[in-house]
């Protein structure tokens, strides 16, 4: 079966300092790898989708970067954070012949 | 205005009851909707998934898609304590850009 794991859980950080979340996907091959930004009491925003390799698609221009070294890792990266960066940080994954996408379990990234 | 709505409660119900959640949505081209469980402070949990109108169900919970009055509900029969929950709607346009687009949620709670 599939599973998919993000680090670190929690992450408190000082404005202007860099960010790097890690998501890692197991139990399938070439999937579509997509990172969320939820705030508190609101929906999903979509941040970055990748269909592949060194393939990164961004939504939303913001200072924060997204990279696919390997099938099944998926890095979000900030050179200098922002109060407003704070938020939950989820990354999903879906097969390339189906839209249903499965969440991992999230970091909570609080900026202060 | 927002692609998705969805009223964000808080609904509280008692135990055993049904619930009806609901969206609506502006955009003629979703084909694809889904509905995610998402406890707190916990990533989105996948409940159901539906192509085009009609109805789905998966023991308890039921999920129908009404695509002429652009309206997405899910049901939720003899209601548990355990399913006190945020519920967030999705739909996706099914081809190429495979990105979800959430509503922002409608937190349940079912009183014992």
């Known amino acids: 079966s599939q599973t998919i794991h993000q680090w670190p859980a929690t992450l408190v950080q000082p404005v202007g300092s860099p960010l790097s979340l890690e998501c890692t996907v197991e139990g399938t091959s070439n999937p579509n790898l997509y990172w969320y930004r939820q705030a508190a009491g609101r929906g999903l925003q979509l941040l970055f989708y990748?269909?592949?390799?060194?393939?990164i698609s961004s939504e939303v221009p913001q200072n924060l970067s997204a990279s696919r070294p390997q099938d099944r890792q998926f890095i979000l990266s900030s050179k200098k954070l922002l109060l407003s960066d704070s938020g939950f940080y989820l990354c999903?994954?879906?097969?390339?012949?189906?839209?249903?996408?499965?969440f991992g379990p999230g970091t909570r990234l609080t900026v202060l | 205005q927002k692609e998705v709505e969805q009223d964000p409660g808080p609904l509280s119900v008692p135990e055993g009851a049904i619930v009806s959640l609901n969206c609506t949505y502006s955009?003629?081209?979703?084909?694809?909707f889904m509905w995610y469980r998402q406890y707190s402070r916990k990533g989105p949990e996948l409940l159901m998934y539906t192509y085009s109108s009609g109805n789905k169900e998966d023991g308890r919970f039921t999920a129908q898609v009404d695509k002429s009055s652009k309206y997405i509900s899910l049901f939720i029969r003899d209601s548990q304590p355990s399913d006190s929950a945020t519920y967030l709607c999705?739909?996706?346009?099914?081809?190429?850009?495979?990105?979800?687009?959430f509503g922002s949620g409608t937190r349940l709670q079912v009183q014992p």
């Open positions: 999903a994954w879906s097969s390339g012949s189906y839209n249903e996408q499965f």
């Open positions: 990748s269909v592949g390799i060194g393939q």
């Open positions: 955009n003629s081209a979703f084909q694809y």
């Open positions: 999705a739909a996706n346009l099914g081809t190429g850009r495979r990105a979800l687009t």
